[in-house]
């Protein structure tokens, strides 16, 4: 069939009328661009699938635009620690073994959040194609643990990987390796949302090809209606599946365990949320609170400014959201079919290269705490939340703080003490590239509390870093750390003098 197109300067044209005098304004006028949108795509599958997921980014988009006219700001005074009932201990779980629940496991999926780049830490593609352990990549570990466990409890489990539009084409390259391995392996595309002028609220695509900087993938929110539009949710359903296990690619920690997964077969919960406490570190993370008698997800960007500050405090918001989610897979069907999803609104603004202010609307996964029946959080270990957010997460997972045993990461048990060491390094170190070209091999860090380098600074081999270490290297000058260096409480200085402090 021709495609239906639309000569560019007419539609210039009505764009420019839409926005401002025509009925119904501008909510009209992007319903009439996502229909030219559509238009372009020729009939069949593709551009049903198109069709349909315009169709969910025209209704985010209109609750936007209502919200942003119409809503109320968070009442503070109504903001309340969550209810005992509402976070339980995972120490109060009974404990299983993986063998021990294979009727259960046989009825799970596992889903991997992939949509995100490793553009932060400088590398080119999908991040969970970097390497992290072992020449062993983010990827390579996950599938190890499904395979270790179907392996160990002669269950079926899936992996499943939630791609976007930016990883999906290098992931299924990169999963073909896997093929003899034992685990069923499938893909599916989060939605891909066009960004909107944010003078005129004017979608900025013109076609729907997938130039750069013109479409995003709308944050992991969009999970349930992708999974939904993928057709993969029903046939996990009709394959007996009845819970799905979720968490981003990059969080080591986030194995399938079993007690979790008995507490969701006994209780009935249709969504169990992993939280665990909070250090100085996370006190910009989401957490469970009661609001007006609903358990829901308070994330820093709904708080009110005047109150940001009572919000990062430690002892007042204790716990965090790791985004490890237990989920039924039927109450998702029933909440999308219905359209329940009115999840929490992130209003991202962005600039394009060529200096245009556009937003894209997001959404988080777990903020459909408040939509499921019988949802609440377990606060579990600190093992379990182990993200590699930056390169100074990455010198923590590729030390000799952690074992790795069947693609999971255990905290070394020659550790003295279990918390996590403090690492924070410089802007010489951001990139994967540069980081390890400062490194000869990862320092031995089982006595480190932290750890500061900034400036030009490059370790050589068998370096041993105890108690507190700050390396500073100021403008212009470079620090080598010699082979075999023990630092124990020790700052280094530019011209390499060892200071007691």
């Not at 991997?112 to 390497?131: D, F, H, Q």
């Not at 949802?375 to 990455?394: A, C, E, M, Q, Y």
């Amino acid at each position: 069939m021709p495609q239906d197109r639309r000569p560019s300067f007419t539609r210039h044209h009505s764009q420019d009328m839409r926005s401002s005098t025509a009925p119904g304004g501008v909510e009209h006028a992007v319903r009439v661009d996502l229909d030219d949108l559509v238009c372009q795509v020729p009939e069949g599958p593709d551009r049903d699938a198109f069709s349909k997921e315009m169709d969910d980014f025209y209704r985010l988009f209109s609750r936007y635009l209502h919200e942003k006219k119409h809503s109320k700001p968070l009442d503070w005074e109504k903001v309340r620690g969550p209810k005992p009932e509402d976070v339980i201990a995972y120490g109060d779980l009974e404990a299983k073994q993986l063998k021990d629940i294979k009727p259960l496991l046989n009825k799970l999926a596992v889903l991997k959040l992939n949509g995100g780049l490793g553009t932060t830490m400088g590398c080119v593609g999908p991040k969970s194609a970097i390497e992290v352990r072992d020449s062993q990549t983010f990827l390579d570990l996950t599938v190890q643990q499904i395979e270790y466990l179907n392996q160990v409890s002669d269950a079926d489990v899936p992996l499943i990987l939630m791609n976007s539009f930016n990883t999906d084409e290098d992931t299924k390259k990169i999963v073909q390796k896997y093929s003899a391995h034992n685990v069923n392996i499938c893909t599916f595309n989060q939605s891909r949302y066009p960004r909107f002028k944010a003078d005129s609220n004017l979608p900025l695509a013109q076609s729907p090809d997938n130039r750069p900087g013109f479409w995003y993938p709308p944050g992991h929110g969009d999970l349930y209606e992708s999974f939904a539009n993928s057709g993969l949710l029903e046939q996990l359903i009709k394959d007996g599946k009845e819970w799905v296990f979720v968490s981003n690619v990059d969080n080591l920690g986030a194995t399938v365990d079993p007690a979790i997964l008995q507490h969701m077969a006994d209780t009935g919960a249709e969504f169990v949320m992993e939280v665990t406490d909070k250090t100085k570190a996370d006190i910009k993370g989401g957490t469970i609170i009661d609001y007006d008698g609903q358990v829901r997800l308070l994330e820093i960007a709904q708080v009110p400014k005047a109150h940001v500050d009572d919000f990062k405090r430690v002892k007042k918001f204790k716990i965090f959201n790791t985004n490890n989610l237990w989920i039924s897979l039927k109450a998702i069907q029933r909440l999308v079919e219905s359209q329940k999803f009115d999840l929490d609104l992130i209003v991202n603004h962005k600039t394009t290269d060529d200096g245009t202010a556009v937003i894209q609307l997001e959404t988080a996964v777990g903020a459909a705490i408040k939509h499921f029946t019988g949802s609440h959080g377990v606060n579990v270990p600190r093992s379990r939340f182990l993200p590699v957010k930056s390169t100074s997460d990455l010198f923590l997972v590729t030390s000799d703080l952690y074992l790795l045993e069947n693609g999971q990461l255990l905290m070394n048990p020659k550790r003295t003490f279990k918390t996590v060491p403090v690492v924070k390094l410089g802007d010489h170190f951001k990139k994967v590239n540069d980081y390890l070209a400062r490194f000869k091999t990862p320092p031995q860090i089982l006595e480190l509390d932290h750890l500061t380098v900034t400036g030009d600074v490059c370790f050589s081999s068998d370096v041993t870093l105890e108690g507190t270490v700050i390396i500073v290297a100021n403008y212009g000058a470079h620090i080598d750390i010699p082979r075999g260096a023990i630092l124990n409480d020790k700052v280094v200085s530019g011209d390499l003098r060892l200071l007691d402090h």
